[in-house]
Protein backbone atom coordinates (compact mmCIF):
# COMPACT_ATOMS: atom_id res chain seq x y z
CA UNK A 1 0.00 0.00 0.00
CA UNK A 2 1.63 3.62 -1.17
CA UNK A 3 1.52 6.04 1.21
CA UNK A 4 0.37 10.38 1.56
CA UNK A 5 -0.89 12.80 2.78
CA UNK A 6 -3.98 13.70 0.95
CA UNK A 7 -5.79 12.07 -2.02
CA UNK A 8 -4.05 13.78 -4.68
CA UNK A 9 -0.99 11.94 -2.85
CA UNK A 10 -2.28 8.88 -3.11
CA UNK A 11 -2.65 9.51 -6.93
CA UNK A 12 0.54 10.75 -7.11
CA UNK A 13 2.65 7.84 -5.54
CA UNK A 14 0.38 5.71 -7.61
CA UNK A 15 1.03 7.20 -10.85
CA UNK A 16 4.92 7.00 -9.60
CA UNK A 17 4.50 3.09 -8.99
CA UNK A 18 2.20 2.12 -11.74
CA UNK A 19 2.35 4.30 -14.35
CA UNK A 20 1.27 1.93 -16.82
CA UNK A 21 -1.17 0.46 -14.72
CA UNK A 22 -4.99 0.75 -15.80
CA UNK A 23 -6.08 2.81 -13.14
CA UNK A 24 -9.55 3.20 -13.95
CA UNK A 25 -11.66 1.15 -16.52
CA UNK A 26 -14.98 2.39 -18.91
CA UNK A 27 -16.96 -0.59 -20.73
CA UNK A 28 -18.53 -0.10 -23.50
CA UNK A 29 -21.71 -0.66 -22.31
CA UNK A 30 -21.34 2.37 -19.81
CA UNK A 31 -19.62 4.42 -22.52
CA UNK A 32 -22.98 4.27 -25.07
CA UNK A 33 -24.96 5.25 -21.49
CA UNK A 34 -22.72 8.03 -20.73
CA UNK A 35 -21.74 9.08 -24.65
CA UNK A 36 -17.80 8.54 -23.87
CA UNK A 37 -15.53 6.87 -25.33
CA UNK A 38 -14.53 3.44 -23.58
CA UNK A 39 -11.37 1.59 -23.18
CA UNK A 40 -8.96 1.74 -19.39
CA UNK A 41 -7.03 5.14 -18.59
CA UNK A 42 -3.76 4.44 -17.03
CA UNK A 43 -2.53 5.90 -13.86
CA UNK A 44 0.11 7.97 -15.44
CA UNK A 45 -2.84 9.16 -18.17
CA UNK A 46 -4.90 10.33 -15.14
CA UNK A 47 -2.18 12.66 -13.40
CA UNK A 48 -1.69 13.94 -16.45
CA UNK A 49 -4.94 14.79 -16.88
CA UNK A 50 -5.03 15.69 -13.31
CA UNK A 51 -2.65 18.15 -13.40
CA UNK A 52 -4.19 20.05 -16.31
CA UNK A 53 -7.31 20.33 -14.59
CA UNK A 54 -5.22 21.41 -11.58
CA UNK A 55 -3.80 24.25 -14.19
CA UNK A 56 -7.01 25.41 -14.87
CA UNK A 57 -8.44 25.21 -11.65
CA UNK A 58 -5.83 27.41 -10.38
CA UNK A 59 -6.26 29.51 -13.25
CA UNK A 60 -9.93 30.32 -12.35
CA UNK A 61 -9.19 31.29 -9.30
CA UNK A 62 -9.96 28.16 -6.93
CA UNK A 63 -8.89 28.27 -3.28
CA UNK A 64 -8.32 26.32 -0.62
CA UNK A 65 -11.21 25.95 1.57
CA UNK A 66 -13.42 26.35 -1.23
CA UNK A 67 -16.82 23.82 -1.89
CA UNK A 68 -17.21 22.64 -5.26
CA UNK A 69 -20.61 21.13 -6.11
CA UNK A 70 -19.82 17.93 -8.85
CA UNK A 71 -22.90 16.32 -10.48
CA UNK A 72 -21.50 14.15 -13.03
CA UNK A 73 -22.95 10.51 -12.41
CA UNK A 74 -20.16 7.74 -12.87
CA UNK A 75 -18.14 9.41 -15.29
CA UNK A 76 -14.03 9.38 -15.20
CA UNK A 77 -14.83 13.32 -15.00
CA UNK A 78 -15.86 12.78 -11.04
CA UNK A 79 -12.17 11.86 -10.39
CA UNK A 80 -10.40 14.11 -12.70
CA UNK A 81 -12.04 17.23 -10.85
CA UNK A 82 -11.90 15.60 -7.23
CA UNK A 83 -8.45 15.11 -7.21
CA UNK A 84 -7.80 18.81 -8.99
CA UNK A 85 -9.46 20.29 -6.48
CA UNK A 86 -8.17 18.32 -3.28
CA UNK A 87 -4.25 19.39 -5.14
CA UNK A 88 -5.50 22.91 -4.05
CA UNK A 89 -7.22 22.26 -1.18
CA UNK A 90 -10.54 22.73 -1.92
CA UNK A 91 -13.56 20.44 -1.37
CA UNK A 92 -15.82 18.59 -3.53
CA UNK A 93 -20.14 18.21 -2.66
CA UNK A 94 -20.80 15.37 -5.10
CA UNK A 95 -24.79 16.02 -6.22
CA UNK A 96 -27.12 12.71 -6.40
CA UNK A 97 -28.88 13.33 -10.02
CA UNK A 98 -32.19 11.96 -8.57
CA UNK A 99 -32.02 15.00 -6.35
CA UNK A 100 -35.22 17.60 -7.71
CA UNK A 101 -35.55 21.45 -6.72
CA UNK A 102 -36.50 21.48 -2.78
CA UNK A 103 -32.92 18.89 -1.91
CA UNK A 104 -31.11 20.78 -4.45
CA UNK A 105 -31.60 24.16 -3.14
CA UNK A 106 -31.14 23.49 0.24
CA UNK A 107 -27.80 21.22 -0.63
CA UNK A 108 -26.44 24.56 -2.47
CA UNK A 109 -27.47 26.64 0.05
CA UNK A 110 -26.15 24.12 3.12
CA UNK A 111 -22.69 23.67 1.72
CA UNK A 112 -22.60 27.10 0.61
CA UNK A 113 -20.35 26.13 -3.03
CA UNK A 114 -18.60 28.25 -4.92
CA UNK A 115 -19.81 26.65 -8.19
CA UNK A 116 -21.12 23.77 -9.56
CA UNK A 117 -19.94 21.34 -12.24
CA UNK A 118 -23.08 19.59 -13.87
CA UNK A 119 -24.27 17.49 -16.81
CA UNK A 120 -25.78 19.97 -19.28
CA UNK A 121 -29.08 18.06 -18.51
CA UNK A 122 -29.08 19.44 -15.13
CA UNK A 123 -27.44 22.72 -15.11
CA UNK A 124 -30.98 24.74 -15.50
CA UNK A 125 -32.07 22.89 -12.35
CA UNK A 126 -29.12 23.39 -10.91
CA UNK A 127 -28.63 27.00 -11.63
CA UNK A 128 -32.62 27.89 -10.96
CA UNK A 129 -31.97 25.89 -7.44
CA UNK A 130 -29.18 27.87 -6.56
CA UNK A 131 -30.94 31.39 -7.01
CA UNK A 132 -33.84 29.59 -5.13
CA UNK A 133 -31.41 29.16 -2.39
CA UNK A 134 -29.55 32.64 -2.51
CA UNK A 135 -26.56 31.84 -4.19
CA UNK A 136 -26.14 32.71 -7.97
CA UNK A 137 -23.45 30.28 -8.76
CA UNK A 138 -21.72 29.56 -11.77
CA UNK A 139 -22.99 26.50 -13.19
CA UNK A 140 -20.96 24.70 -16.33
CA UNK A 141 -20.25 21.37 -17.62
CA UNK A 142 -17.47 18.95 -16.82
CA UNK A 143 -15.61 19.57 -19.85
CA UNK A 144 -15.94 23.34 -20.22
CA UNK A 145 -14.34 26.24 -19.54
CA UNK A 146 -14.12 26.76 -15.67
CA UNK A 147 -16.07 30.08 -14.37
CA UNK A 148 -13.94 32.97 -12.72
CA UNK A 149 -13.83 32.50 -9.17
CA UNK A 150 -11.19 35.34 -7.85
CA UNK A 151 -14.12 37.49 -6.69
CA UNK A 152 -16.50 34.85 -5.31
CA UNK A 153 -17.02 34.75 -1.70
CA UNK A 154 -14.91 32.05 0.59
CA UNK A 155 -16.71 29.23 1.91
CA UNK A 156 -17.28 30.66 5.90
CA UNK A 157 -14.45 28.80 8.19
CA UNK A 158 -15.66 25.56 9.32
CA UNK A 159 -14.82 27.29 13.03
CA UNK A 160 -18.22 27.37 15.09
CA UNK A 161 -20.59 25.90 12.38
CA UNK A 162 -19.06 22.06 12.25
CA UNK A 163 -17.73 21.85 15.29
CA UNK A 164 -13.74 22.16 14.71
CA UNK A 165 -12.32 25.46 16.46
CA UNK A 166 -10.66 28.56 14.65
CA UNK A 167 -7.15 27.12 15.07
CA UNK A 168 -7.73 24.23 13.70
CA UNK A 169 -9.25 25.45 10.27
CA UNK A 170 -6.35 27.52 10.30
CA UNK A 171 -4.25 24.83 9.94
CA UNK A 172 -6.44 22.35 8.13
CA UNK A 173 -6.28 24.09 4.49
CA UNK A 174 -3.87 21.36 3.06
CA UNK A 175 -2.64 18.00 4.41
CA UNK A 176 -4.28 14.82 6.09
CA UNK A 177 -6.48 17.17 8.31
CA UNK A 178 -8.24 19.10 5.71
CA UNK A 179 -11.59 19.04 4.20
CA UNK A 180 -11.78 16.63 1.08
CA UNK A 181 -15.27 16.32 0.55
CA UNK A 182 -18.56 17.20 2.02
CA UNK A 183 -21.11 14.26 1.42
CA UNK A 184 -25.02 14.91 2.97
CA UNK A 185 -26.58 11.83 4.72
CA UNK A 186 -29.61 11.06 5.51
CA UNK A 187 -30.82 12.31 8.69
CA UNK A 188 -33.95 11.58 10.98
CA UNK A 189 -34.88 15.27 11.94
CA UNK A 190 -35.39 15.55 7.99
CA UNK A 191 -33.30 17.38 6.44
CA UNK A 192 -29.81 15.44 5.68
CA UNK A 193 -26.27 15.96 7.10
CA UNK A 194 -23.28 17.63 5.76
CA UNK A 195 -20.61 15.03 6.89
CA UNK A 196 -17.02 16.76 6.86
CA UNK A 197 -14.63 14.36 5.17
CA UNK A 198 -10.46 14.76 5.47
CA UNK A 199 -7.91 13.40 3.29
CA UNK A 200 -7.45 11.22 6.61
CA UNK A 201 -11.23 9.71 6.04
CA UNK A 202 -10.32 8.91 2.70
CA UNK A 203 -6.85 7.47 3.04
CA UNK A 204 -7.81 5.42 5.70
CA UNK A 205 -10.60 3.73 4.11
CA UNK A 206 -8.18 2.64 0.87
CA UNK A 207 -6.10 1.89 3.67
CA UNK A 208 -8.41 -0.54 5.89
CA UNK A 209 -9.20 -2.46 2.46
CA UNK A 210 -5.58 -2.84 1.03
CA UNK A 211 -4.51 -5.02 4.63
CA UNK A 212 -7.44 -6.01 6.42
CA UNK A 213 -6.73 -9.41 4.33
CA UNK A 214 -8.67 -12.67 4.70
CA UNK A 215 -11.16 -13.28 2.23
CA UNK A 216 -10.29 -9.51 1.69
CA UNK A 217 -7.37 -10.55 -0.69
CA UNK A 218 -5.35 -7.42 -2.19
CA UNK A 219 -2.57 -7.82 -4.73
CA UNK A 220 -0.86 -4.90 -5.28
CA UNK A 221 -0.99 -4.04 -9.28
CA UNK A 222 -3.58 -6.73 -9.76
CA UNK A 223 -6.94 -6.37 -8.55
CA UNK A 224 -9.91 -5.42 -10.74
CA UNK A 225 -12.74 -4.47 -9.08
CA UNK A 226 -16.34 -3.76 -10.59
CA UNK A 227 -19.12 -1.34 -8.62
CA UNK A 228 -22.47 -0.61 -9.96
CA UNK A 229 -22.25 2.24 -6.95
CA UNK A 230 -22.83 5.82 -7.33
CA UNK A 231 -19.86 7.93 -6.76
CA UNK A 232 -22.01 10.37 -4.60
CA UNK A 233 -21.98 7.79 -1.81
CA UNK A 234 -19.51 6.83 0.50
CA UNK A 235 -18.77 3.04 -0.58
CA UNK A 236 -17.87 3.83 -4.36
CA UNK A 237 -16.36 6.87 -3.50
CA UNK A 238 -14.25 6.29 -0.25
CA UNK A 239 -14.22 2.43 -0.31
CA UNK A 240 -14.07 1.85 -3.85
CA UNK A 241 -11.90 4.25 -4.82
CA UNK A 242 -9.35 4.38 -2.36
CA UNK A 243 -8.82 0.96 -2.17
CA UNK A 244 -7.63 0.52 -6.16
CA UNK A 245 -6.00 4.23 -6.03
CA UNK A 246 -3.97 3.15 -3.15
CA UNK A 247 -3.02 -0.58 -4.18
CA UNK A 248 -2.64 0.46 -8.15
CA UNK A 249 -5.67 -1.91 -8.86
CA UNK A 250 -8.41 -0.92 -11.41
CA UNK A 251 -11.85 -0.16 -11.01
CA UNK A 252 -14.55 -0.49 -13.28
CA UNK A 253 -17.58 1.66 -12.53
CA UNK A 254 -20.89 1.03 -14.50
CA UNK A 255 -23.46 3.75 -14.53
CA UNK A 256 -25.99 1.62 -12.46
CA UNK A 257 -26.82 -1.99 -11.66
CA UNK A 258 -28.00 -3.65 -14.65
CA UNK A 259 -29.19 -7.38 -13.97
CA UNK A 260 -29.22 -9.19 -16.97
CA UNK A 261 -26.04 -7.97 -18.33
CA UNK A 262 -24.43 -8.04 -15.28
CA UNK A 263 -21.94 -11.22 -15.37
CA UNK A 264 -21.18 -10.22 -19.17
CA UNK A 265 -19.91 -6.56 -17.21
CA UNK A 266 -18.18 -8.90 -14.50
CA UNK A 267 -16.43 -10.80 -17.60
CA UNK A 268 -15.41 -7.97 -19.43
CA UNK A 269 -14.30 -6.12 -17.26
CA UNK A 270 -12.34 -9.49 -15.55
CA UNK A 271 -12.99 -8.11 -12.64
CA UNK A 272 -11.60 -9.97 -9.61
CA UNK A 273 -13.73 -8.10 -6.59
CA UNK A 274 -17.31 -6.95 -7.06
CA UNK A 275 -18.99 -4.46 -4.98
CA UNK A 276 -22.97 -5.27 -3.76
CA UNK A 277 -26.04 -4.07 -2.33
CA UNK A 278 -28.26 -5.99 -1.06
CA UNK A 279 -31.19 -6.11 -3.71
CA UNK A 280 -28.42 -7.27 -6.25
CA UNK A 281 -28.43 -11.36 -5.38
CA UNK A 282 -32.34 -11.73 -5.11
CA UNK A 283 -32.52 -10.19 -8.72
CA UNK A 284 -29.02 -12.14 -10.26
CA UNK A 285 -30.86 -15.39 -8.04
CA UNK A 286 -34.12 -14.89 -10.15
CA UNK A 287 -32.21 -15.27 -12.82
CA UNK A 288 -32.82 -18.94 -15.18
CA UNK A 289 -29.18 -20.77 -14.32
CA UNK A 290 -26.87 -21.35 -16.86
CA UNK A 291 -23.91 -23.97 -16.94
CA UNK A 292 -21.64 -21.26 -16.61
CA UNK A 293 -22.62 -19.29 -13.88
CA UNK A 294 -19.75 -19.76 -11.93
CA UNK A 295 -17.63 -18.91 -15.02
CA UNK A 296 -15.94 -15.34 -13.19
CA UNK A 297 -12.29 -14.76 -12.41
CA UNK A 298 -14.12 -13.24 -9.12
CA UNK A 299 -12.17 -14.04 -5.86
CA UNK A 300 -14.70 -12.26 -3.35
CA UNK A 301 -17.99 -9.66 -3.13
CA UNK A 302 -18.04 -7.00 -0.66
CA UNK A 303 -21.32 -5.46 0.31
CA UNK A 304 -23.87 -5.27 2.69
CA UNK A 305 -27.79 -6.62 3.44
CA UNK A 306 -27.56 -9.75 1.49
CA UNK A 307 -30.86 -11.72 2.07
CA UNK A 308 -29.78 -14.13 4.72
CA UNK A 309 -31.81 -16.97 2.91
CA UNK A 310 -30.07 -16.54 -0.19
CA UNK A 311 -26.52 -16.08 1.30
CA UNK A 312 -25.32 -19.13 1.05
CA UNK A 313 -27.31 -20.82 -2.24
CA UNK A 314 -25.81 -17.46 -3.85
CA UNK A 315 -22.13 -18.31 -2.96
CA UNK A 316 -22.78 -21.86 -4.36
CA UNK A 317 -24.09 -21.04 -7.86
CA UNK A 318 -21.50 -17.87 -8.65
CA UNK A 319 -18.39 -19.61 -6.71
CA UNK A 320 -17.12 -16.76 -4.51
CA UNK A 321 -17.90 -15.24 -1.11
CA UNK A 322 -19.94 -12.21 -0.66
CA UNK A 323 -17.89 -10.51 2.37
CA UNK A 324 -20.55 -8.99 4.41
CA UNK A 325 -19.68 -5.55 6.12
CA UNK A 326 -20.88 -2.37 8.62
CA UNK A 327 -19.78 0.77 8.15
CA UNK A 328 -21.36 4.42 8.03
CA UNK A 329 -20.43 7.88 5.89
CA UNK A 330 -19.71 8.98 9.24
CA UNK A 331 -17.68 6.21 10.70
CA UNK A 332 -15.44 5.71 7.69
CA UNK A 333 -12.64 3.99 7.89
CA UNK A 334 -11.98 4.82 11.37
CA UNK A 335 -14.05 1.42 12.31
CA UNK A 336 -15.17 -1.05 9.30
CA UNK A 337 -16.32 -4.52 10.80
CA UNK A 338 -16.46 -6.96 7.82
CA UNK A 339 -16.92 -10.66 7.96
CA UNK A 340 -13.43 -11.46 6.46
CA UNK A 341 -12.51 -14.40 8.05
CA UNK A 342 -14.10 -17.81 8.58
CA UNK A 343 -16.72 -18.64 10.42
CA UNK A 344 -19.19 -16.12 8.72
CA UNK A 345 -22.29 -17.91 10.11
CA UNK A 346 -23.89 -17.53 6.77
CA UNK A 347 -27.74 -17.09 6.75
CA UNK A 348 -27.88 -15.12 9.95
CA UNK A 349 -26.96 -11.27 9.19
CA UNK A 350 -23.33 -11.88 10.72
CA UNK A 351 -21.20 -8.91 9.24
CA UNK A 352 -18.60 -10.46 11.42
CA UNK A 353 -15.91 -9.21 14.44
CA UNK A 354 -14.79 -5.88 15.02
CA UNK A 355 -10.58 -5.76 14.42
CA UNK A 356 -7.70 -4.94 16.89
CA UNK A 357 -8.18 -0.84 16.19
CA UNK A 358 -12.21 -0.93 17.05
CA UNK A 359 -14.02 -0.51 20.48
CA UNK A 360 -17.31 -0.94 21.00
CA UNK A 361 -20.32 -1.18 23.22
CA UNK A 362 -24.01 -2.66 22.52
CA UNK A 363 -26.11 -0.80 25.22
CA UNK A 364 -29.69 -1.01 26.35
CA UNK A 365 -32.08 1.95 25.96
CA UNK A 366 -30.78 2.86 29.87
CA UNK A 367 -27.35 3.01 28.76
CA UNK A 368 -25.98 0.14 30.53
CA UNK A 369 -24.72 -2.95 28.03
CA UNK A 370 -26.35 -5.28 27.30
CA UNK A 371 -25.55 -9.53 27.71
CA UNK A 372 -24.48 -11.71 25.09
CA UNK A 373 -27.17 -12.21 22.33
CA UNK A 374 -29.09 -9.68 24.11
CA UNK A 375 -30.33 -6.53 20.82
CA UNK A 376 -29.29 -2.65 21.66
CA UNK A 377 -27.73 0.05 19.68
CA UNK A 378 -24.31 -0.23 18.57
CA UNK A 379 -22.06 2.41 19.61
CA UNK A 380 -18.05 2.25 18.26
CA UNK A 381 -14.85 4.61 18.49
CA UNK A 382 -11.37 4.23 17.06
CA UNK A 383 -8.88 2.17 19.82
CA UNK A 384 -6.34 4.83 20.92
CA UNK A 385 -5.08 8.23 22.16
CA UNK A 386 -7.89 9.76 19.39
CA UNK A 387 -11.03 7.91 19.28
CA UNK A 388 -11.82 9.90 16.16
CA UNK A 389 -9.13 9.03 14.03
CA UNK A 390 -10.59 8.40 10.38
CA UNK A 391 -14.11 9.23 10.95
CA UNK A 392 -16.04 12.15 9.25
CA UNK A 393 -15.17 15.39 11.48
CA UNK A 394 -18.24 16.91 11.88
CA UNK A 395 -21.53 17.40 10.72
CA UNK A 396 -21.62 20.83 8.81
CA UNK A 397 -22.98 23.89 10.97
CA UNK A 398 -24.37 21.11 13.62
CA UNK A 399 -21.65 21.45 16.45
CA UNK A 400 -24.70 20.45 18.76
CA UNK A 401 -25.18 17.26 16.42
CA UNK A 402 -21.86 16.35 15.90
CA UNK A 403 -21.62 16.13 19.89
CA UNK A 404 -24.47 13.97 20.48
CA UNK A 405 -23.62 11.89 18.42
CA UNK A 406 -20.12 10.94 20.30
CA UNK A 407 -21.92 11.64 23.59
CA UNK A 408 -19.97 9.49 26.17
CA UNK A 409 -17.17 9.20 24.22
CA UNK A 410 -18.30 6.34 21.66
CA UNK A 411 -19.91 7.32 18.51
CA UNK A 412 -23.66 6.23 18.50
CA UNK A 413 -24.83 4.45 15.23
CA UNK A 414 -27.96 4.02 15.89
CA UNK A 415 -28.15 0.69 14.44
CA UNK A 416 -29.55 -2.35 16.78
CA UNK A 417 -27.05 -5.33 16.71
CA UNK A 418 -26.22 -8.45 18.94
CA UNK A 419 -22.94 -10.18 20.06
CA UNK A 420 -22.62 -13.78 20.62
CA UNK A 421 -20.11 -15.43 22.61
CA UNK A 422 -17.26 -15.69 20.66
CA UNK A 423 -17.32 -11.99 19.67
CA UNK A 424 -19.22 -12.14 16.05
CA UNK A 425 -21.92 -9.34 15.45
CA UNK A 426 -25.31 -9.56 13.79
CA UNK A 427 -27.24 -6.83 12.36
CA UNK A 428 -30.45 -7.10 13.97
CA UNK A 429 -32.29 -3.63 12.98
CA UNK A 430 -32.04 0.38 12.22
CA UNK A 431 -33.39 1.99 15.33
CA UNK A 432 -33.22 5.75 13.69
CA UNK A 433 -36.04 6.10 11.27
CA UNK A 434 -34.76 5.34 8.26
CA UNK A 435 -36.44 3.91 5.12
CA UNK A 436 -33.65 1.62 3.63
CA UNK A 437 -34.64 1.44 -0.85
CA UNK A 438 -32.58 -0.69 -2.72
CA UNK A 439 -29.84 0.69 -0.86
CA UNK A 440 -30.85 4.49 -0.24
CA UNK A 441 -31.31 5.88 3.11
CA UNK A 442 -34.59 8.14 3.01
CA UNK A 443 -35.72 10.29 6.09
CA UNK A 444 -39.14 9.71 6.78
CA UNK A 445 -39.57 13.16 7.47
CA UNK A 446 -38.14 14.74 4.55
CA UNK A 447 -40.64 12.89 1.96
CA UNK A 448 -43.62 14.26 4.66
CA UNK A 449 -42.30 18.15 4.30
CA UNK A 450 -42.34 18.14 0.80
CA UNK A 451 -45.96 15.84 0.85
CA UNK A 452 -47.60 18.45 2.98
CA UNK A 453 -47.10 21.14 0.83
CA UNK A 454 -49.27 19.77 -1.22
CA UNK A 455 -52.80 21.20 -1.44
CA UNK A 456 -55.08 18.75 -0.62
CA UNK A 457 -53.10 17.47 1.80
CA UNK A 458 -54.02 18.10 6.05
CA UNK A 459 -51.70 15.88 7.35
CA UNK A 460 -48.90 12.94 6.36
CA UNK A 461 -46.84 10.77 7.54
CA UNK A 462 -44.69 8.05 6.21
CA UNK A 463 -43.23 4.73 7.14
CA UNK A 464 -41.20 2.05 5.80
CA UNK A 465 -43.23 -1.13 4.20
CA UNK A 466 -41.48 -4.07 3.67
CA UNK A 467 -40.77 -4.83 -0.48
CA UNK A 468 -39.46 -8.37 -1.67
CA UNK A 469 -37.18 -6.23 -4.51
CA UNK A 470 -36.39 -3.29 -2.74
CA UNK A 471 -35.94 -3.72 0.90
CA UNK A 472 -38.62 -1.26 1.98
CA UNK A 473 -40.84 0.74 0.44
CA UNK A 474 -41.86 4.28 1.10
CA UNK A 475 -45.69 3.98 2.67
CA UNK A 476 -47.84 7.28 3.13
CA UNK A 477 -50.86 7.80 5.06
CA UNK A 478 -52.36 10.96 4.15
CA UNK A 479 -54.86 12.58 5.54
CA UNK A 480 -56.92 14.80 3.08
CA UNK A 481 -58.27 18.32 3.40
CA UNK A 482 -61.48 17.45 2.09
CA UNK A 483 -63.86 14.68 1.04
CA UNK A 484 -61.62 12.04 -2.00
CA UNK A 485 -63.74 11.95 -5.16
CA UNK A 486 -61.44 9.56 -7.21
CA UNK A 487 -58.80 8.63 -4.87
CA UNK A 488 -56.55 7.01 -7.09
CA UNK A 489 -56.40 9.84 -9.29
CA UNK A 490 -55.16 12.07 -6.30
CA UNK A 491 -52.62 9.76 -5.25
CA UNK A 492 -51.31 10.12 -8.69
CA UNK A 493 -50.99 13.58 -8.39
CA UNK A 494 -49.40 14.03 -4.91
CA UNK A 495 -46.60 11.30 -6.44
CA UNK A 496 -46.50 13.35 -9.46
CA UNK A 497 -45.87 16.15 -7.16
CA UNK A 498 -43.58 14.43 -4.89
CA UNK A 499 -41.53 13.17 -7.98
CA UNK A 500 -41.40 17.12 -9.28
CA UNK A 501 -39.18 17.62 -5.83
CA UNK A 502 -37.36 14.43 -4.19
CA UNK A 503 -35.73 12.18 -5.86
CA UNK A 504 -37.73 9.26 -7.73
CA UNK A 505 -36.61 6.71 -5.05
CA UNK A 506 -37.91 8.76 -2.17
CA UNK A 507 -41.31 9.37 -3.53
CA UNK A 508 -44.15 7.19 -1.88
CA UNK A 509 -44.54 3.63 -3.60
CA UNK A 510 -48.43 3.28 -1.56
CA UNK A 511 -50.63 5.67 -0.80
CA UNK A 512 -53.31 5.30 1.78
CA UNK A 513 -56.13 7.96 2.61
CA UNK A 514 -56.46 7.79 5.90
CA UNK A 515 -58.94 9.62 8.93
CA UNK A 516 -56.25 10.77 11.24
CA UNK A 517 -53.02 9.41 12.12
CA UNK A 518 -51.69 8.00 15.60
CA UNK A 519 -50.30 11.24 17.19
CA UNK A 520 -48.74 12.31 21.11
CA UNK A 521 -50.31 14.47 23.46
CA UNK A 522 -48.30 17.39 21.54
CA UNK A 523 -49.44 16.11 17.95
CA UNK A 524 -46.23 14.41 17.10
CA UNK A 525 -46.36 11.46 14.90
CA UNK A 526 -46.44 7.74 17.26
CA UNK A 527 -43.62 6.22 15.11
CA UNK A 528 -43.66 3.36 16.82
CA UNK A 529 -47.31 2.98 16.11
CA UNK A 530 -46.64 3.56 12.46
CA UNK A 531 -45.19 0.18 11.88
CA UNK A 532 -48.86 -1.48 13.05
CA UNK A 533 -50.81 0.97 11.04
CA UNK A 534 -48.80 0.44 7.94
CA UNK A 535 -49.29 -3.01 8.34
CA UNK A 536 -52.81 -3.16 8.63
CA UNK A 537 -53.63 -0.71 5.35
CA UNK A 538 -50.98 -2.67 3.42
CA UNK A 539 -54.12 -5.59 3.32
CA UNK A 540 -56.55 -2.72 2.97
CA UNK A 541 -58.01 -2.75 -1.14
CA UNK A 542 -58.32 0.88 -0.94
CA UNK A 543 -54.90 1.23 -0.51
CA UNK A 544 -53.07 2.62 -3.40
CA UNK A 545 -49.91 1.19 -5.18
CA UNK A 546 -48.15 3.99 -7.33
CA UNK A 547 -45.07 1.84 -7.34
CA UNK A 548 -45.30 1.97 -11.19
CA UNK A 549 -44.31 5.88 -11.24
CA UNK A 550 -41.48 5.78 -9.40
CA UNK A 551 -38.89 5.71 -12.58
CA UNK A 552 -35.68 6.94 -12.64
CA UNK A 553 -35.25 9.91 -15.30
CA UNK A 554 -31.99 11.68 -14.55
Not at 47 to 64: C, E, H, N, S
Request: hydrophobic share 45%.
Amino acid sequence: MIDADTVFGALAAAAARWPDKPFLNVLPETAAVYGIGPGEISYAAMKADVDRQIAAWRAAGLKPGKRIGVLVENRPAFHRHWFAMNALGASIVPINPDLRAAELEYLIGHSEMAAAIVLPARQADVAAAAKAAGRDIPVVGPDDGLPDLHNSGDVPAPGGEDGSSEAENRVAVAGRDAECALLYTSGTTGKPKGCVLTNTYFLNNGRWYGTVGGLVRIRPGEERMLTPLPLFHMNAMATSTMAMLMSGGCLTILDRFHPKSWWDSVRNARATIVHYLGVMPPMLMGAAPRPDDADNAVVFGFGAGVDKRLHGPFETRFGFPLVEAWAMTETGGGVIIAATTEPRHLGVACIGKPDANTEFRIIREDGSDCDVDEPGELLVRRKGEDPRHGFFKAYLKDPAATEDAWAGGYFHTGDVVRRDAEGSIYFVDRRKNVIRRSGENIAAVEVESVLQQHPAVAAVAVAAIPDAVRGDEVFACIVPKEKVADPAALARDIVTYALSRLAYYKAPGWVAFVDALPVTATQKIQRGAMKDVVAGLAADPATIDTRAMKKRSA
